[in-house]
């Protein structure tokens, strides 16, 4: 897979892409991944990228002609993937969309800065627009890195053979149950003697009761729409009891 990044600030990425599993991925050449420096493309004398909003109001809004051409020397004649605009009006990133956009050949991302982007920049060369959530960063920057991180897990090989995408939380509906390492007891707490039986069955049956419980605990909306079968609605029943006194804590 090959990611395109359109940015003015390309000083931002190195130390995000080069490290940890997406910099084994690149290495590898399972993910191919390019900051194009939007600045060069500007017509204008002093190279500048932004300019006032027309109508009046705070900062500066991107100017269209910079980002145009940098889409177009990035794309060339024959693209075929999909131009994505990191921007607080969008479809908001979740665990189905890294999937999908990891299906792509190519992806690219253009970070807006300031106030953002000229609309008609927008208009012309993007086709949709992600968001990272319900706030409002500095920039498109951070949103891309975090798109890039997200959506590399599920491109085949990215993760090791042992990790799995799959197993984590969101991927079945479920936030995930605890993890424990060593040592098996720390100031008087101790690992739960399930996991140290070797019974994987058991493992199983408590992982399972666990991610309900997380899910129930922190994030029962999600509840609404997890697949669940008739044995997890049994349990969520039984854990709905358990759960009592904390949520009446609290
Ligand atoms: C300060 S923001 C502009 C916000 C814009 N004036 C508004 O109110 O919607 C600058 C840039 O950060 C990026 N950005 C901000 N919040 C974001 C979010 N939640 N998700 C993705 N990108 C975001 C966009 O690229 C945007 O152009």
Redesign the pocket.
């Known amino acids: 897979m090959r990611i395109d990044i359109l940015t003015t600030f390309p000083e931002m990425f190195p130390g995000v892409l080069d490290t940890s599993i997406l910099g084994r991925a690149r290495q590898q050449g399972l993910l191919e991944i390019a900051c194009t420096d939007i600045r060069p493309f500007s017509a204008s004398k002093h190279k500048n990228t932004d300019d006032y909003p027309f109508g009046g109001g705070a ?1 500066m809004v ?1 100017m269209p002609q910079p980002i145009m051409d940098a889409m177009e020397a990035v794309c060339g004649p024959d693209f075929n993937g999909r131009r994505i ?6 479809r908001t ?1 979740n665990t189905a969309l890294a999937r999908e956009l990891a299906r792509e050949e190519r992806l690219v991302l ?8 000229d609309q008609r920049a927008l208009d012309a060369c993007v086709d949709e ?16 890195m ?1 798109l890039v991180d997200c959506v590399a897990r599920f491109v085949p090989g990215v993760l090791g053979s042992a990790e799995s995408p799959e197993e984590e939380s969101f991927s079945d509906g479920l936030l995930e149950y605890p993890q424990y390492t060593r040592p098996r007891e720390i100031r008087g707490m101790a690992v739960p003697e399930v996991l140290l039986n070797g019974d994987h069955a058991k493992i199983r049956a408590w992982r399972r009761r666990e991610s309900l419980r997380a899910t129930l605990r922190h994030r029962p909306d999600l509840l609404e729409t997890a697949p669940l079968t008739d044995k997890d609605r049994k349990l969520l029943r039984e854990l709905e009891e358990e759960e009592k006194p904390c949520f009446s804590e609290n």
């Open positions: 900062g991107m605009y990191l921007g607080p009006r969008g990133l253009l970070c807006g800065h300031y106030e953002g982007v627009e992600i968001s990272i959530g319900d706030y409002i960063l500095t920039g498109g920057e951070l949103a891309a975090v």
